[in-house]
Nanobody
Framework: QVQLVESGGGLVQAGGSLRLSCAAS????????MGWFRQVPGKEREFVAC????????LYADFVKGRFTASRDNAKNTVYLQMNSLRPEDTAVYYC???????????????WGQGSQVTVSS
């Protein structure tokens, strides 16, 4: 079992930045691909980014390319999502998730955090 806890969300003005953290416990995340997703009430959860187990490969949704960066520190069992140039439409609950190391990019995730609210004001 892997427990995931997100932090770092909050309220920021458009154009600003936030860094989300996802701290894992229970197992080492070096065995997992890690993903970031977001969800707005009334809409389906959508993919934001993912990062391979050693951080060599990343993949981003088109709407965050060039603005968001996923990274990880396996020694700290933590993954990060640096979000720059935030827009009001980035407002959502952001979730991290863990997928067992298999084919890249991961098609499904086994473990999910509780989410962190990000609100971007215009």
């Amino acid at each position: 079992q892997v427990q995931l806890v997100e932090s770092g969300g909050g309220l920021v003005q458009a154009g600003g930045s936030l860094r989300l953290s996802c701290a894992a416990s229970g197992r080492t995340i070096s065995d997992y691909y890690m993903g970031w997703f977001r969800q707005v009430p009334g809409k389906e959860r959508e993919f934001v980014a993912c990062i391979s187990n050693r951080g060599i490969s990343t993949l981003y949704a088109d709407f965050v390319k060039g603005r968001f960066t996923a990274s990880r520190d396996n020694a700290k069992n933590t993954v990060y999502l640096q979000m720059n140039s935030l827009r009001p439409e980035d407002t959502a609950v952001y979730y991290c998730a863990a997928a067992p190391k298999a084919s890249w990019p991961p098609r499904s995730y086994d473990y999910w955090g509780q989410g962190s609210q990000v609100t971007v004001s215009s």
